[in-house]
């Protein structure tokens, strides 16, 4: 209808998108087929009868599985051409995307390979494609801080390549605040900081990530719901909470999208907007979570322009870029 139509019209930026993530199951089998290796499942129909996930561990143990096909800076290249193809497709021009180097640098891939490949993509999609990023490196939280420092020493040499940080992988039990030296360095470099908090983890840990770890936004936080006093100063704070709505459904933090919170946060004054976390896992790229929203939260025109005006305003664009798009 016309909700979806205008969405697809409307020039959008993308903030929470784990590049490894966008890895889908034809290029997970070519890669194989390209680096020689064997994988444990016989087909595509097959590797995707495991896309059935019931919480967030169960999906990124899958994850970090497939990662292994990719090996070559031409693959780290291809993955992150191919994602931003879908970018120009759904109107996004402007994406902010994750990589996770430790996934790679823990199988023997080199560092260089790995943001090399990404960084070549990213700077042809600028010119070719009009679509225009950020990079922000993830440390994953079920790892040792100490980890997560020699990842840090490791990414020296690329520090003006890499435009953040940010925390991800298992939440339960692994609260920001264990990772608080690392941002603090990552901060004193002069990199924008972000962290995935309330997502299957309590509103405490999004409490830690504002003050612990000082990002300047939270990724999912929809569980700040249980926590009205911290919601209201999120909002006045106009800390950005970057939803994820297919992936939230896809890993059981709600079991259907009607009963979403994305709207009902807008609504309260929350800067929230709509992203795709890992859309090969999760049943598609941004215009595809707006379009299950439609369908099952029927948004006001008024309410899908601000999620997409949220999503620059939330952008670590200059202010310039920002309101050239608003
Ligand atoms: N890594 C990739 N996707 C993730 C998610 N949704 N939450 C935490 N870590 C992730
Ligand atoms: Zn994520």
Redesign the pocket.
């Known amino acids: 209808g016309n909700a979806k139509e205008l969405i697809r019209r409307l020039p959008k930026a993308e903030l929470h998108l ?1 590049i ?2 966008s890895l889908e199951p034809d290029m997970v089998f070519a890669l194989a087929a390209r680096n020689g290796i064997d994988l444990p499942y016989a087909s595509q129909q097959e590797l995707m009868k495991r896309y059935d996930f019931k919480d ?1 561990q169960s ?2 143990d899958l ?1 970090y599985q497939a990662t292994a096909v990719l090996l070559t800076e031409e693959d780290f290249f291809d993955l992150t051409w191919a994602y931003l193809k879908k970018c120009q497709a759904d109107r996004v021009v402007h994406t902010e995307i994750f990589f ?1 180097p430790q996934s790679h640098t823990s199988r023997g891939v080199p560092f260089a390979v790995v943001i090399g490949g990404i960084r070549r993509a990213l700077h042809m999609a600028e010119r070719e494609l009009g679509v225009t990023s950020r990079l922000i490196m993830c440390f994953l939280r079920h790892l040792p801080a100490a980890d997560a420092f020699a990842t840090w020493k490791m990414a020296a040499p690329f520090l003006n390549q890499i435009d953040g940080v940010g925390l ?2 298992s ?1 339960r039990d692994f609260p920001p605040g264990l990772f608080r030296e690392v941002f603090a360095l990552a901060r004193a470099a002069g990199l924008q900081t972000v962290a ?1 908090a309330g ?1 299957e983890g309590p509103p405490a840990y999004i409490r830690e990530a504002i003050d612990l770890l000082q990002v300047a936004r939270i990724d ?1 936080g929809v569980r700040i719901t249980e926590a009205p006093q911290l919601l209201a100063e999120v909002a006045e704070r106009k800390i950005p909470l970057t939803v ?1 709505p297919l ?1 939230n459904v896809r ?1 059981r933090v709600y079991d259907t999208m009607d009963t979403h919170p994305i709207l009902a946060l807008l609504d309260q004054g929350v800067r929230v907007m709509v992203n795709s ?2 859309p090969a896992y999760f049943g598609g790229y941004v215009n595809a979570n707006y379009e299950a929203l439609i369908d099952a939260l029927a948004p006001t025109p008024e309410q899908l322009i601000a999620l997409v005006k949220n999503s620059f305003l939330s952008s670590f664009l200059d202010e310039a870029s920002k309101h050239s798009w608003l």
Do not use: R, V
């Open positions: 784990h490894e993530g967030l999906f990124l994850y996770d991800d992988s939440e995935h997502e999912h994820c992936s890993l976390d890992d």
